[in-house]
């Protein structure tokens, strides 16, 4: 015997509203996985974070060294992920063909990536207004040394940036450059790196 279309409708719709059995409870959702970035490694540039008035050197034309002042702030973002870098102050690179010291705006992203867990270093600036490749690397006995290799007319060249002397309000930076695979290597830029304030 066919009930009603409309007798079945009510029926299904009281089926519908009628509580589980305690077996039947359905299982709490799973818990949300941990953070991506939330490993030791993934945090070992967590010191960088604040605000830092810097004593800069940079390489001169003669071999001598220009002395300039410079400030930089570093927040954390993406759950950690990644920190980002507003760099200002005055510059001259003679290899930019350079002849005083002009101001300069930068602006640089630290990605960590927990797959491969090494950290990659982004970097732009009003001078060059658009990320090249990154210098990539780690970590270790608290130094952080990340790398960059290129090709010039005369010849392959590796870069390389140093973090070192890591201290609560102190931290030195440099950026050396190396004409011959990493086996020696030439300064071209070094940053004495104080938290504002202390």
């Given at each position: 015997m066919r009930l009603p279309l409309r007798l079945l409708a009510l029926s299904l719709l009281a089926m519908a509203c009628v509580p589980p059995r305690a077996h039947e409870v359905a299982a709490p959702p799973p818990a949300p996985p941990p953070p991506a970035c939330d490993s030791p490694a993934?945090?070992?540039?967590?010191?960088?974070?604040?605000?830092?008035?810097?004593?800069?050197?940079?390489?001169?034309?003669?071999g001598g060294w220009h002395e300039l002042d410079a400030r930089t702030t570093v927040e954390p973002t993406l759950d950690g992920c990644a920190l980002v870098e507003h760099w200002r102050g005055d510059v001259q690179f003679f290899w930019q063909g350079m002849e005083r010291p002009?101001?300069?705006?930068?602006?640089?992203?630290?990605?960590?990536?927990?797959?491969?867990?090494?950290?990659?270093?982004?970097?732009?600036?009003?001078?060059?207004?658009?990320?090249?490749?990154?210098?990539?690397?780690?970590?270790?006995?608290?130094?952080?040394?990340?790398?960059?290799?290129?090709?010039?007319?005369?010849?392959e060249r590796r870069g390389r940036i140093t973090f070192s002397g890591i201290e609560e309000n102190a931290v030195d930076w440099e950026l050396a450059i190396s004409s011959d695979g990493g086996e020696s290597w030439s300064a071209l830029w070094t940053m004495a790196m104080r938290r504002a304030g202390t």
């Open positions: 993934a945090r070992e540039f967590d010191f960088w974070i604040g605000e830092w008035t810097i004593r800069q050197r940079i390489l001169a034309a003669d002009e101001p300069m705006r930068g602006l640089s992203v630290r990605a960590f990536d927990p797959a491969t867990g090494k950290w990659a270093i982004h970097w732009m600036d009003t001078r060059t207004p658009s990320f090249g490749a990154p210098y990539v690397g780690g970590f270790d006995g608290g130094r952080g040394e990340f790398f960059r290799d290129w090709t010039t007319p005369a010849g």
